[in-house]
C-alpha cells in the first residue's frame, strides 16, 4: 500500500509542474495591453521675458526697423566692381510717407556736376578686413531705430529723414562728451561739425538715405583730417536747398562718384584714417545754399541728430539757452534729468560760434543751440548753467519727436506737477 501511495504522488506533482509550466507559456504568449500616454495640459514652462518685446506691446515703436543680422565675412575682402551711373532715379513724396508734404521736400534730379572726382575706382586698404569685422552678441545691441522719414511734431518741424549709418549691432551713438558744435572735454578740440560713432575697424557703415556719390576717397576739401571720406548728395532736399551726408576716417571705401545707393547700401568700412584718437565714423548732416547747386561747404552743418532717427520710444530734446539780453549763450552746461527718478539721463553743451564762414549751424526750424538725442519717453527737468544761474524747465519727450525747449534767466520756472496728477502729462 505505501508504494502504491507513493507512485500517485510523484504523478501528481509531475502533473502540476506540467500545468504550470503550460500556464507560463499562455501567459507569456498573449499580445501586450496597448499603453496609453496622458499628456499634461498644465504647468507648461514659461518663456523668458523678452524686454523689448513688452515695450513695442505697450504701444512704442509701431514703425520700428528689424534689427539687422550682420555676417562676419568668411572670404578676403574683395572691393565691389561697380559701373558708373550718373542717372538718378527721384523719390515721390508718396515713397517717403504721407506725414512729410511735398512742399517740404525738394528733389533733386542729377548730381551736382560742379564736385571735383575723387576716385575712380573703389579705394581699398591694406588692413586684412575679415580679421577685424565683427559684431556685437545680441545681449549688447542698440535699442531698433525708427523707420524714416518721420514728422510727429503736430507743426510738422520735425525732419528726421535719415537712418543711422551703423547697424544696431555695434555702436550707432554719437560720443555724448564730444556732441556737435563743441570742443571736447577741457576746451581742446576744434569745433565739431557732426557727431562720432567710435566702432571697431572694418565695421560696416551704411548710407543714410537714397542719392548719388559726389565724394569718395581721401582729399576732402583739400584737409587731410577727414581721411578717407564719403559724401551723398540725397535725391531729396529740404525748403529748396540740397541735403548731404559725409562719412570720414573710413579704412575702406566701397562706392565710386557717380553711382547711385539706396539707404542701408554699404559705402564703407569704419577706420581710423585722418586726424583721430581712435577708430570711428564721423557723419555729418549738410544743408546746401538756396536755390544754389554748389556742393555744401564746411560751414554748413547742422546737427545730425535733429534729421536722424531717434530709437524706439525714444524723442530728442533741443533749446536755446540765452542770457538775461538774449544773446545766445556758449559752451554752457546742460543737464537732462529723469524727472520721476531724481537720477541724471544725459548732459551736454551749448553749441560755439566763432563768427566765421564755417561756423557750425542751428537748425534752419528750430534754432536750437543743443540737442540731446534717444531720450527714453517721460517727463524730465532740463537744467542749464548760464553764467553761473541755474535756469529749470520740465519737459515731457514724446517718441519720434522734438521737444523744445527755452531757458534765460528770470523766466517764470514750470509749475511742478502734483504728486499723483497726472494731468501734466
Not at 202 to 219: D, E, F, K, L, S
Request: hydrophobic letters at 40%; glycine letters at 10%; a negative charge.
Amino acid at each position: 500500500m505505501q508504494r502504491q501511495a507513493g507512485g500517485i504522488s510523484a504523478f501528481m506533482l509531475v502533473l502540476i509542474a506540467v500545468t504550470v509550466f503550460g500556464v507560463i507559456l499562455y501567459l507569456n504568449s498573449r499580445p501586450a495591453p496597448a499603453l496609453t500616454v496622458i499628456v499634461p495640459t498644465q504647468g507648461q514652462p514659461t518663456e523668458p521675458v523678452n524686454g523689448w518685446e513688452q515695450i513695442l506691446q505697450q504701444g512704442f515703436g509701431s514703425n520700428s526697423t528689424p534689427l539687422p543680422t550682420v555676417a562676419i565675412p568668411t572670404a578676403n575682402f574683395v572691393a565691389p566692381t561697380l559701373a558708373l551711373n550718373g542717372q538718378v532715379t527721384p523719390v515721390s513724396p508718396g515713397d517717403l510717407g504721407s506725414s512729410i508734404s511735398a512742399a517740404t521736400l525738394q528733389f533733386s534730379v542729377a548730381a551736382t556736376p560742379t564736385f571735383p572726382a575723387a576716385t575712380i575706382a573703389p579705394l581699398a586698404t591694406d588692413i586684412p578686413l575679415t580679421e577685424i569685422s565683427v559684431t556685437r552678441p545680441s545681449t549688447s545691441w542698440q535699442p531698433p531705430p525708427l523707420i524714416p522719414p518721420i514728422s510727429h511734431d503736430v507743426l510738422g518741424r520735425d525732419h528726421y529723414y535719415f537712418i543711422r549709418p551703423v547697424d544696431s549691432s555695434a555702436n550707432n551713438k554719437g560720443l555724448f562728451y564730444y556732441p556737435f558744435g563743441t570742443d571736447g572735454p577741457e576746451n581742446a578740440w576744434r569745433i565739431h561739425t557732426g557727431i562720432d560713432m567710435p566702432n571697431d575697424i572694418g565695421q560696416t557703415v551704411r548710407a543714410a538715405g537714397p542719392g548719388t556719390i559726389v565724394w569718395a576717397g581721401p582729399g576732402f576739401q583739400s584737409s587731410p583730417s577727414y581721411g578717407n571720406v564719403v559724401m551723398i548728395e540725397h535725391d531729396f532736399g529740404f525748403q529748396g536747398r540740397h541735403l548731404f551726408t559725409l562719412y570720414a576716417h573710413l579704412s575702406a571705401v566701397l562706392v565710386v562718384v557717380g553711382q547711385h545707393v539706396e539707404a542701408r547700401d554699404a559705402v564703407g568700412l569704419v577706420g581710423n584714417t585722418g586726424r583721430v584718437s581712435g577708430p570711428h565714423v564721423h557723419f555729418e548732416v549738410r544743408v546746401g545754399k538756396l536755390n544754389n547747386n554748389d556742393p555744401a561747404t564746411y560751414g554748413d552743418t547742422y546737427n545730425p541728430v535733429l534729421w536722424m532717427v531717434p530709437y524706439v520710444g525714444a524723442g530728442v530734446i533741443a533749446g536755446r539757452v540765452t542770457d538775461s539780453s538774449g544773446r545766445v549763450v556758449m559752451d554752457a552746461d546742460v543737464t537732462i534729468r529723469n524727472w520721476a527718478t531724481g537720477l541724471n539721463t544725459d548732459t551736454t553743451t551749448t553749441y560755439i560760434f566763432q563768427g566765421t564762414t564755417i561756423d557750425v549751424n542751428s537748425d534752419p526750424v528750430w534754432n536750437e543751440n543743443f540737442a540731446v538725442s534717444d531720450i527714453p519717453v517721460g517727463r524730465y527737468e532740463v537744467i542749464a548753467n548760464i553764467n553761473g544761474e541755474p535756469v529749470t524747465r520740465i519737459v515731457n519727450v514724446i517718441e519720434g519727436t522734438t521737444t523744445f525747449v527755452e531757458l534765460a534767466p528770470g523766466q517764470a520756472a514750470t509749475p511742478q506737477p502734483v504728486e499723483g496728477d497726472d494731468s501734466g502729462s
